[in-house]
């Protein structure tokens, strides 16, 4: 089967899951004044495409994407769905949010693509190593919460005890350049490393393991 129809199979199963990830944004939307920035909506907007891509992550590979392709477009093909559907909501999100929120400072559709980061890299890989969806984007909204913590320490360092009274820790990107960049580039960077991982032991699991096992089983006889 051509990759582009495997793709579209994915992308119809992940359809549903989408819908209520663009709905559930967009209620939070509504619920929040215009006048007042909110990080609720992005967070229902990362929470929502990271359980997205670990449903897709947790299903066994059909017989004939295990069977017809190479380790490499298995991975395309899951990677390719995910990114898809993830950035069509990013992108629902970033057209809606322009009519019912405040800016941070930072352009919407910036600061929804880098929200789905964790989505594309570190949820697959928990996902893979764990077998289980729901734990994995528990354990990956953990790890984001760390890196913003790390990111509030350095911050609390460099302007002292008063940062968060004076908006250094805040959302808003005109009092906390320092917050907000260090957190976003951790979440990026950690998410890169994790999507690299993930490619690099999936390769290695599918090549092992027998046609129509998926990922979740081919981990658990691999470890």
């Known amino acids: ?10 992308i119809k199963f992940l359809l549903p899951w989408w819908a209520v ?3 559930t944004s967009y209620l939070l939307l509504l619920a929040t004044p215009a006048s007042e920035y909110s990080d609720y909506p ?3 907007l990362g929470l929502g495409c990271a359980l997205l891509a670990a449903q897709a992550f947790s299903r066994a590979i059909p017989p004939g994407e295990t ?3 190479a380790p490499e477009q298995a991975w395309t093909v899951r990677m390719s769905a995910v990114s898809i559907t993830s950035l069509a909501a990013a ?15 930072l352009p919407t559709p910036l600061l929804a693509v880098v929200t789905l980061t964790p989505a594309l890299g570190i949820v697959p890989y928990l996902t893979m190593r764990t077998g289980k969806p729901f734990a ?6 953990f790890i984001v919460g760390l890196i913003k913590i790390a990111s509030c320490i350095v911050v609390r ?4 005890a008063d940062a968060q009274a004076d908006g250094y820790m805040a959302g ?3 009092t906390a350049k320092l917050m907000i960049s260090l957190f976003w580039i951790g979440t990026v960077i950690i998410s890169v490393v994790s999507a690299a991982a993930w490619r690099h032991r999936c390769s290695a699991l599918l090549t092992a393991a027998p046609p129509g096992s998926g990922l979740a089983v081919a981990l658990s006889q691999n470890d």
Do not use: N
């Open 42 to 44: 992005l967070m229902c």
């Open 91 to 105: 992108a629902v999100f970033s057209l809606i949010s322009a009519a019912f929120r405040a800016s941070s400072g």
């Open 21 to 23: 990830t663009v709905a």
């Open 67 to 69: 069977d017809t392709s």
């Open 157 to 160: 360092i460099v302007y002292g």
């Open 172 to 174: 808003d990107w005109q």
């Open 136 to 141: 994995a984007v528990v354990l990956a909204a």
């Open 1 to 10: 089967m051509a990759i582009p129809s495997l793709i579209w199979t994915e």
